[in-house]
Nanobody, 124 residues
Framework: EVQIVESGGGLVQAGGSLRLSCAAS????????IGWFRQAPGKEREGVSC????????CYADSVKGRFTISSDNAKNTVYLQMNSLKPEDTAVYYC?????????????????WGQGTQVTVSA
């Protein structure tokens, strides 16, 4: 059974930082990609970042480049999303996702497994 557990969301003032964690287990992909998506009320789901288990390649949405950093601890099957210089427009539910190596990128339909999400709220 695939399990994805997100943590680290919360309320922060604009300009502040949060670190999200995603512990994923139970999937059978040898090489895999773990990513983060977000969805704000009334908006479409948006890809934020991804990281490949095979070579550590990363991808970022233009809206978060230079502010967010994704990293992984493969021994723990845990991925982190360090979010700095947060803006009110970053407010959303953040979802951790897992897919095969072919999932690399920010297209939501490419990912096989989704977590329950963690709320991030950035106040002005």
């Amino acid at each position: 059974e695939v399990q994805i557990v997100e943590s680290g969301g919360g309320l922060v003032q604009a300009g502040g930082s949060l670190r999200l964690s995603c512990a994923a287990s139970g999937f059978t992909f040898v090489d895999y990609v773990i990513g983060w998506f977000r969805q704000a009320p009334g908006k479409e789901r948006e890809g934020v970042s991804c990281i490949s288990s095979s070579d550590g390649s990363t991808c970022y949405a233009d809206s978060v480049k230079g502010r967010f950093t994704i990293s992984s601890d493969n021994a723990k099957n845990t991925v982190y999303l360090q979010m700095n210089s947060l803006k009110p427009e970053d407010t959303a539910v953040y979802y951790c996702v897992v897919g095969s190596r072919w999932s690399y990128g920010l297209r939501p339909y490419d990912y096989d497994y989704w977590g329950q999400g963690t709320q991030v709220t950035v106040s002005a």
